[in-house]
């Protein structure tokens, strides 16, 4: 249960709504409780069992409580019986029930509408703070994840939680009252009889209980799996022209099969043990009340009950309103196991912790004024260094570049200068302060990245180039992009630039999302750049519009290269040669083409 009351926290503050919801169900109860106590008058008017009361009955002074609801009916009711005879007190008795049937629905109909807000507010939150969670969440965690488990826990696993956790909220909430009321109603009519039907209730618990417990343990195995096949899903749409270029369409399909079929069986073995325990509650409950019919009546028949005939039905029919809200418990039960397996899911996100956390007392930095230093900055990815004590100073208005073999370290030290990761050892210093004792988002509101990869979304170009910014100024975004050499394809498009580009900007060239991924770290004019291999995937002719695009975007400023074809930063003030996680070779082109080392090779790699 203490799953269950933090999902509902999110309806905070919840006493705005439960309160409200239980005095609304209360009265809604009340008054439908009360229409089966008058089935005794009505049954003993219709049976001609009805007896004449011996004097006038006052009027009972008012209270609230059960004796006096039952003295005030009991006096209009013999006062209608003498006045009116049989069929008028039958009248009564008929307008009474239909005006407690009325009020009953009325009051439920509100406890409803209290109901679906908090359902839509809980569900909405609990959507809005995943999201938000993922979103905040630093850059290693989703290289540890797939994809489709994400989209499986921020999309079915809600609604899941939506479909069974929150929807039980009437059935843990307003159903226990209504039982309540009725057993507390059978004891009142009779004692010996409630103590019966109670016997084998205890049966039934245990029976539904064993089912909830096995349709939780598949209910999470089925998750996962799901969140598998919406991977593979995922990946398939991803590599498509791979997939089709070495002709392994058998195999994916193969392996979605697979995967499928499991999936299948395993929803199969969910749903059979959740119908199970729907007709399971019925037999047992029907059992229960032909007990207590054979009991009670073999009673009554024989004289031994203090129950009149009319009572005895009224008993019957009563106790047979048990059924219906502990099968609805029963059912809600059921599902609420599926439901928290897909929450565990839920709060395994939501409760992961970020790593990257902003200093309590955290600097404003809002310039850049001398340089970045990295000092005895050493990391590694679980028990696997990466980077190892490494010494550098970039001056302020100076070009860098990192080059290496793969898996020397250079993409992890791009991430650092902006804290996406954090150092085990050492720091990364922007004018002489720890980037770590600065606010985060003015650290990186110096920085523009580009990557090896165009990072677009499906909105227009307009949006794509001003990203983050709300109303930009058409004439900056325009600048943006001649300066990028993007604004004459973008000018070409058919809608200019309210284009949308499609999902990860599919309409365009690899050229043409590049160019447009650099118009927008032109806009947003930072005074460090950071170059992740942002010419790599490019053709020759590409590769030479985005090289004019990046030599404007570098003027005056501070940019550090990741670079995979070395003829593109041979004019860098400084060039970094990476291996293993250590800096080996430091200086320019020229001082480095005329030693021997690791630089000269890979430039005369290239060159063969």
């Known amino acids: 249960m203490k799953t269950y009351f933090k999902i509902l926290s999110f309806a905070r503050p919840l006493r705005n709504f439960i309160p409200r919801y239980l005095l609304l169900s209360l009265l809604s109860i009340v008054f439908g409780i009360f229409n ?11 049976f001609d069992t009805v007896e004449t009361a011996p004097e006038r009955l006052a009027m009972p002074e008012f209270s609230l409580s059960a004796g006096y609801i039952k003295a005030a009916f009991n006096y209009y009711f013999y006062d209608i019986l003498q006045a009116k005879g049989k069929f008028g007190a039958l009248q009564f008795v008929c307008g009474v029930v239909l005006f407690t049937v009325l009020m009953s629905n009325v009051f439920r109909y509100w406890s409803q509408r209290v ?22 969440l630093n850059v290693r965690y989703f290289n540890n994840q797939r994809k489709g488990n994400l989209i499986s826990v921020l999309s079915n696993d809600v609604t ?6 929150v929807s039980s909220i009437q059935t843990v909430f307003r159903e226990p009252l209504l039982l309540m009321g009725y057993i507390i109603l059978l004891f009142t009519i ?7 039907s109670f016997l084998v209730l205890p049966i039934s618990g245990f029976v539904i209980g064993s089912i909830s417990k096995k349709l939780k343990r598949a209910s999470t195995k089925g998750q996962q799996q799901l969140g598998s096949i919406l991977s593979i899903i995922e990946e398939t749409i991803s590599g498509i022209r791979i997939i089709k270029a070495f002709n392994a369409q058998e195999p994916v399909k193969q392996k979605f ?20 325990a729907s007709p399971l509650s019925e037999i047992m409950g029907i059992g229960v009340v032909l007990s207590i019919i054979l009991y009670g009546g073999q009673l009554v028949i024989s004289g031994q009950s203090e129950l009149s005939a009319s009572e005895f039905i009224t008993y019957i029919i009563l106790y047979s309103q048990l059924l219906p809200p502990a099968k609805a418990m029963t ?27 902003e200093a309590p007392n955290a600097l404003p930095v809002s310039d850049f004024k001398s340089g970045i230093e990295l000092k005895g900055l050493s990391f590694k990815y679980g028990d696997e260094w990466v980077l190892r004590d490494l010494q550098l100073r970039i001056p302020k208005g100076s070009m860098v570049a990192l080059v290496g073999p793969s898996g020397s370290g250079k993409s992890t030290l791009a991430d650092l200068i902006p804290r ?59 600048e943006a992009a001649k300066v990028a050499n993007a604004h004459d394809f973008i000018a070409a498009l058919e809608n200019g630039y309210d284009t949308v580009i499609g999902d990860r900007g599919a309409r365009l060239s690899g050229g043409q999302r590049q160019r447009l991924s650099i118009a ?3 806009f947003k004019n930072p005074p460090i750049l950071i170059l992740d291999e942002a010419t790599s995937a490019l053709d020759t002719e590409s590769e030479k519009l985005v090289q004019e695009a990046l030599a404007h975007l570098m003027e005056n400023r501070t940019s550090i290269v990741v670079a995979h074809r070395l003829s593109t930063i041979q004019h860098a003030d400084l060039i970094v040669v990476l291996e293993k996680g250590e800096i080996t070779e430091l200086g320019t082109h020229e001082a480095l083409m005329q030693s021997s080392g690791s630089y000269r090779r890979l430039i005369e790699m290239q060159q063969l």
């Open 36 to 46: 089966f106590t008058l089935l005794i008058p009505l049954l003993n008017i219709i």
């Open 115 to 136: 109901l679906t807000g908090m359902r839509t507010m809980v569900v909405m939150k609990l959507r809005q703070a995943l999201f938000n969670r993922l979103v905040s």
């Open 160 to 165: 899941e939680i939506e479909n069974s956790v």
């Open 190 to 196: 009779s004692v010996k009889l409630t103590f019966f």
């Open 257 to 276: 099969q697979t995967e499928n079929s499991s999936y299948r069986q395993t929803l199969k073995s969910i749903f059979n043990r959740k119908e199970l």
């Open 331 to 357: 059912t809600a039960m059921t599902n609420l196991q599926r439901g928290l397996a897909a929450a565990e899911r839920v709060f395994e996100v939501l409760d992961t912790e970020n790593p990257i956390v």
């Open 420 to 478: 996406f990761i954090d150092p085990q050892q050492g720091a990364v210093l922007i004018d002489g302060q720890d980037v770590r004792q600065l606010k985060i988002k003015e650290v990186r509101a110096l920085m523009g990245i580009v990557t090896q990869e165009s990072i677009l979304f499906n909105d227009t170009v307009t949006a794509n180039i001003a990203f983050g910014v709300e109303n930009p100024d058409p004439q900056l975004v325009i």
């Open 520 to 522: 927008r770290a032109v």
